[in-house]
């Protein structure tokens, strides 16, 4: 029997049909084998990276091993620890906002006494000119920020202006921004409630936190 | 035999293209545009999937029934898609992070399923992935050219960030066309990808008619001497 008159018989398009996707499956196997190792690799130097620009100075412990992961304000977070002789020095989660075209997603940095060591926007589907504006890239804006903590400015001050607070909006982009400041003092939250359990210092839920009466002397720290 | 072949290099150019002509993968060619740099880098990865797909889909012709046709084409074309995707996140990661969210949309643009369709599954190999190759350089070339419009009017730069897609050796392509620019934001949405195409289609309407009068014009010397 030819080819021709095979081709019309209604098991060969079955046989065709799975054979074709055995071959592709097994390529795509092969493929996902050979890749598996690099990518991780891959997405391990680009999480170091990012980890890196919220979480200024030396630490001695690897990051990406030593996480924690506990209920935050948007469902479960994965905790960053950041160690120098055993000690929890600073963490680093990814905290959410709700922005003008979906999620606004950053990674902060905080040190153990809450102040902020950095924020950097890892994710937004905002408007170009406008709202991407928390790009580092694009404005420094992001960096308003640093050193700050829950006391400085006092919580009920933790907003853009136009809201009351004292960080600056974008002109005619506010949403963005108050995203941005809401999801960070959420974060800041966050780490005042858990501070015990990220810190694993064996203190316990004892640690005392500087009181914002207090935040003059913690200030002194900052470098 | 050349003459197949110059035929396949114009039709893939210019007289066939798919943005401009066949007004085919029109998702890509919205989505990606914002920038010179992005529709370059799209284009040329959607030209690797239609010269592999062409070749492929040319290479089993003779054993896929016509009945069945398409999925065998599709499962070909999302599986090559998917190769080039894991290929590039585990070997070329930097590149990947620039195109990574367009390379699944390959799969998505009717244009490599319509080159299968309307060609590669006609003829020989080599002149099926040479339509590949054509068709996708013509596919760049569209993109581009509507992300570069895009970009200098929207932004006010030209191929920005062009080093993170071909290499620092390429960072002189990047230029600031307009110092000082505030920016045009509606050229960076997506109601500018459809203002610039439908300029753009418009245009080749006009170059291609004043082509043809000129054709017509030297097939018939006599009637230009009246």
Redesign the interface.
């Known amino acids: 029997m030819g080819?021709d008159q095979l081709?019309?018989k209604l098991a060969?398009?079955g046989l065709?049909?799975g054979g074709?996707?055995l071959l592709?499956g097994a390529?795509?196997v092969l493929?996902?084998r050979?890749?598996l190792a690099?990518?991780k690799r891959?997405q391990a130097?680009?999480m170091k990276q990012s980890l890196a620009q919220v979480l200024p100075g030396q630490y001695d412990n690897d990051l990406l091993q030593d996480t924690v992961t506990l209920p935050g304000p948007e469902g479960e977070v994965t905790v960053y620890r950041a160690r120098r002789a055993g000690r929890v020095e600073a963490v680093v989660f990814q905290v959410q906002g709700h922005g003008y075209a979906g999620p606004v997603v950053s990674m902060m940095g905080v040190d153990r006494d809450g102040h902020v060591l950095g924020v950097r926007v890892i994710q937004h589907k905002e408007?170009?000119?406008?709202g991407d504006k928390v790009e580092p890239a694009k404005a420094d804006w992001i960096h308003s920020f640093e050193h700050r903590f829950l006391g400085d400015p006092p919580a009920d001050k933790w907003a853009v202006k136009k809201d009351g607070g004292v960080f600056d909006q974008f002109t005619g982009a506010t949403i963005t921004p108050r995203a941005v400041v809401n999801s960070v003092k959420g974060g800041l939250v966050f780490f005042q409630k858990e501070r015990a359990r990220l810190l694993d210092d064996g203190s316990g839920a004892a640690a005392a936190l500087p009181k914002p009466s207090l935040s003059g002397n913690t200030a002194t720290k900052m470098e | 035999m050349s003459n197949q072949y110059t035929r396949i290099t114009k039709d893939g150019l210019w007289d066939n293209n798919i943005v401009f002509a066949q007004i085919l993968g029109m998702c890509p060619t919205m989505a990606v545009t914002g920038s010179a740099t992005n529709g370059l880098g799209m284009g040329l990865a959607t030209t690797a999937v239609l010269v592999a797909a062409n070749a492929l889909v040319s290479a089993v012709r003779n054993l896929v029934s016509p009945d069945v046709r398409i999925p065998v084409y599709i499962v070909i074309i999302a599986t090559l898609v998917t190769l080039v995707d894991v290929s590039l996140n585990a070997w070329a990661h930097d590149l990947y992070k620039v195109l990574g969210l367009y390379i699944a949309l390959i799969v998505a643009n009717c244009a490599v399923l319509g080159r299968a369709e309307a060609f590669a599954q006609k003829v020989g190999i080599a002149p099926a992935a040479m339509d590949g190759l054509m068709m996708g350089l013509g596919f760049t070339f569209a993109l581009t050219l509507i992300g570069g419009i895009r970009e200098m009017i929207g932004a006010g730069t030209l191929f920005a960030n062009a080093h993170l897609l071909l290499g620092s050796g390429f960072a002189f392509l990047e230029t600031t066309v307009i110092p000082e620019y505030k920016g045009y934001l509606l050229m960076i949405l997506p109601p500018g990808g459809f203002l610039v195409l439908g300029f753009l289609l418009a245009g080749k309407r006009i170059v291609d008619k004043r082509l043809a009068e000129r054709e017509a014009l030297a097939a018939t010397p006599q009637a230009a001497a009246v």
Not at chain 1, 127 to 130: E, V
Request: proline letters at 4%.
């Open positions: 080819l081709r019309g060969y398009q065709l049909l074709v996707a592709t390529a795509l493929a996902d050979a890749t690099d990518i891959a130097a680009d408007t170009p000119g406008l």
